[in-house]
C-alpha cells in the first residue's frame, strides 16, 4: 500500500511537471518574434531614403550606389538579408511614414542630422558622420558674417529640414529672420538658385555643398550656422529595440573598422580638373606611359572603326593608362570596367589587351544602340556619355531634353540637359532616377580636350618623322651625288 501510494503521488507530480512544462513550452512557441527576428525571417530590410548625390543613385551600370547605400547594403549583408531602400521626397513625410506600422519600413537613412526636434520623434543610431549648417552666399554681393545680417534678405531652406528648424530656433533673437522653406528641392537647387540671384543666401550641409561647389562658381560659403552636427539612421521610437540595437553594434563597427572613411572618400572627395599640374601631368604620362599601349590601341581601333586617339583619351579619362588603376566600387583595369561589364564581354579586365579591347567593344555596343537618325559626332559623343552614367540616364536626358523643347538627337542640347538628372523635381519623373548628370558631361569634355591634344601629338610626330626622312633623303642623295662625282672623276682620270 506504502508503494502504491507513493507511486501515485509521484504519477501526480510528473503529470503535473508534464502540464506545466507543456504550457511553458506553449508560451514560448507562441512568443511574437521580435523586430530583428522578422526582418531575417523576411528576408528584407526596408529603409526610406532620398534618392540623391549625398544618399544612393544609379551608376553607370544601373546598378544603386552612394553614400548611404554604401553603408546600409554592409548593414543588410551583416544581417543576411537584401536591401529594400524607398524613396521618399519630403522630409516631414519621411518621419512619419517611418512612425506609421502599415508603411513596414524599419528605418530612415538619408543624411539626417540629429537634433532635439527630431529626438522627440525618432531614436537615433551613433553618428557616422558630422556635417555643418553653412550660409551661401554669391560672390560679387556682400558677405553676410553673422546670422543679424541674414535680418531682412531672402534665405531659402529645403522643407522639413534641420536647417529650417535652427532658424526657428534663432528667430527667437532675431525677430528679423524671415526664410523660405522650399519642398521638393535639393541643396544643389538652392546652391543654383543663389548662383542666380534668385536668393541672397541659402542654407545647406557642409557636405552638400562640397559635392556641388565646382558646379556654381559664384557662390562661396560666407559662414557656418552651426558647430559640427550629428548625422545618423533614424528608428521608429517602441519598447522593441532588437533591430536598433543591431545598428548600433554595426554603427560602431563601421567607425572603428574604416568602412565610413572609405566611404567618405569615395563619394565625397574632391574630384580634380585639368588645371596647369593636370595638363603638366597628362603631358609626362603621354611621354611615358602611353607608348606602352599604343600599337594596341592603334589595332584595336582599327578593329572597331574608331580613332585611336578617342580611344586613348578615353582610357587616360578613365585610369590615366595604368592598367592596375582600380576603384573601391569596383571598376578596374585601363578602362575601368565593372565585374559585370567584363564578364558579359568575356575579357580579363585586369589584362591591359583584354581591357583595351572590352571598352572599345562597350563603347561600340552602347553607340549602336544609340537611335541611328543621330549623326557624328553627336553619336559618338552620347555614348561616351552613356559609358560614364550609364544608356538608361542617357535616355532619360533625352526624353527631358525633348519635353523641355530642345532637341534629343543633338549633344548640345542633350547636354545642357543631363545636370538636370540631379534635380529632384526632374529626375523624380525619370525612369531611372537621379544620376550625376553634371559628370557625364565634364567627362565628354575631358574626352574630346585629350583626343584633341592626342591626334595634334601626332601630328607633330608625323612633322618631325617627314622632316627626319626628308633630312635622311636628302643626306642619302648627297652621298649618292658625291660617289657620282667621284666615280666621274675616275673615269676621267
Known amino acids: 500500500m506504502i508503494m502504491k501510494s507513493r507511486l501515485l503521488r509521484y504519477s501526480r507530480r510528473l503529470t503535473k511537471g508534464l502540464v506545466l512544462a507543456c504550457c511553458a513550452s506553449l508560451i514560448v512557441a507562441s512568443k511574437t518574434p521580435d523586430t530583428l527576428e522578422k526582418v531575417k525571417a523576411s528576408g528584407k530590410l526596408v529603409v526610406l531614403s532620398q534618392n540623391g548625390p549625398t544618399t544612393y543613385y544609379e551608376d553607370a551600370s544601373g546598378a544603386h550606389t552612394g553614400f548611404e547605400y554604401g553603408m546600409l547594403s554592409a548593414f543588410a549583408q551583416e544581417l543576411g538579408v537584401a536591401l529594400e531602400i524607398r524613396d521618399v521626397h519630403d522630409l516631414n513625410r519621411m518621419f512619419s511614414r517611418l512612425q506609421d ?18 529626438r522627440e520623434q525618432v531614436r537615433f543610431t551613433p553618428s557616422y558622420f558630422e556635417i555643418r549648417q553653412q550660409v551661401i552666399y ?26 529650417a528648424e535652427q532658424l526657428r530656433r534663432l528667430s527667437r533673437r532675431y525677430p528679423e529672420l524671415e526664410w523660405d522653406e522650399i519642398s521638393d528641392v535639393d541643396a544643389m537647387e538652392l546652391i543654383e538658385m543663389v548662383n542666380e540671384g534668385e536668393y541672397h543666401y541659402a542654407i545647406v550641409d557642409s557636405n552638400a555643398y562640397s559635392v556641388h561647389r565646382g558646379l556654381y562658381a559664384n557662390t562661396y560659403p560666407a559662414f557656418n550656422l552651426t558647430q559640427f552636427q550629428p548625422v545618423a539612421w533614424a528608428f521608429p521610437k517602441g519598447e522593441d529595440d532588437s533591430l536598433y540595437r543591431a545598428a548600433r553594434r554595426f554603427m ?6 574604416g568602412l565610413v572613411a572609405e566611404l567618405r572618400e569615395e563619394f565625397f572627395g574632391h574630384v580634380s580638373k585639368l588645371n596647369a599640374g593636370g595638363a603638366q601631368a597628362f603631358a609626362r604620362r603621354t611621354r611615358e606611359r602611353l607608348p606602352k599601349w599604343r600599337d594596341e590601341l592603334q589595332k584595336v581601333a582599327t578593329d572597331y572603326d574608331l580613332d585611336w586617339h ?10 590615366y593608362w595604368n592598367p592596375r588603376a582600380r576603384s573601391r566600387t569596383g571598376v578596374r583595369g585601363l578602362m575601368m570596367l565593372t565585374r559585370g561589364t567584363a564578364r558579359e564581354l568575356g575579357v580579363n579586365r585586369l589584362d591591359p589587351e583584354e581591357s583595351i579591347e572590352g571598352g572599345a567593344r562597350y563603347l561600340v555596343k552602347i553607340r549602336d544602340k544609340i537611335p541611328e537618325r543621330i549623326r557624328e559626332p553627336d553619336r559618338t559623343f552620347m555614348a561616351l ?8 540616364h542617357l535616355e532619360d536626358a533625352r526624353v527631358l ?42 567627362y565628354v569634355q575631358n574626352i574630346r580636350h585629350y583626343q584633341a591634344l592626342l591626334t595634334w601629338n601626332s601630328r607633330i610626330e608625323e612633322q618631325r618623322l617627314a622632316a627626319a626622312n626628308d633630312e635622311e633623303a636628302e643626306a642619302l642623295a648627297d652621298v649618292a651625288t658625291v660617289k657620282a662625282e667621284t666615280a666621274a672623276a675616275a673615269s676621267a682620270l
Open 138 to 163: 554669391r560672390l560679387g554681393e556682400d558677405r553676410p558674417t553673422s546670422i543679424a545680417d541674414l535680418q531682412g534678405k531672402h534665405v531659402a531652406v529645403i522643407a522639413g529640414s534641420a536647417h
Open 385 to 392: 556619355a552613356a559609358y560614364n552614367v550609364g544608356y538608361g
Open 310 to 319: 578617342l580611344l586613348a583619351a578615353l582610357s587616360y579619362q578613365e585610369s
Open 101 to 118: 506600422p502599415q508603411e513596414g519600413a524599419q528605418l530612415a537613412a538619408a543624411g539626417l542630422t540629429v537634433t532635439p526636434e527630431r
Open 401 to 442: 531634353t525633348e519635353k523641355m523643347g530642345g532637341s534629343p538627337d543633338r549633344w548640345q542640347d542633350v547636354r545642357d540637359h543631363l545636370p538636370l538628372l540631379a534635380k529632384r523635381q526632374y529626375y523624380k519623373h525619370t525612369k531611372h532616377g537621379y544620376a550625376r548628370g553634371w559628370e557625364p558631361v565634364t
Open 252 to 257: 560602431l563597427r563601421a567607425n572603428t573598422s
